[in-house]
């Protein structure tokens, strides 16, 4: 059982920065691929971006060098840092964690409980 604890989440105007973390539980950290989703009202819920336990990444197209996931075994924790955010990044932000290296939704295992991310133009 993993346990996931966003944090780091609110209200920024566009061009600024957040960044986003992660705390996980469990000593199997470091084998499980994360990811960063996020949703926005009345949209489903799509992929930000990934890194699997080796640290290869994935982003999402419209998030391309603008966001940045990396992670922190010792620390059991993933971070997204976020620069240039736009309105339509406004979205409630998910971490999660797979135990096989995935894209989908429908992969992760475990999820936490979300944090807002609103930006205003």
């Known amino acids: 059982q993993v346990q996931l604890v966003e944090s780091g989440g609110g209200l920024v105007q566009a061009g600024g920065s957040l960044r986003l973390s992660c705390a996980a539980s469990g000593r199997t950290f470091s084998s499980y691929c994360m990811g960063w989703f996020r949703q926005a009202p009345g949209k489903e819920r799509d992929v930000v971006a990934v890194i699997t336990w080796s640290g290869t990444t994935y982003y999402a197209d419209s998030v391309k060098g603008r966001f940045t996931i990396s992670r922190d075994n010792a620390k059991n924790t993933v971070y997204l840092q976020m620069n240039s955010l736009k309105p339509e990044d406004t979205a409630v932000y998910y971490c999660?964690?797979?135990?096989?290296?995935?894209?989908?939704?429908?992969?992760?295992?475990?999820w936490g409980q979300g944090t807002q991310v609103t930006v205003s133009s």
């Open positions: 999660a964690a797979a135990k096989v290296t995935t894209l989908q939704v429908q992969g992760y295992d475990y």
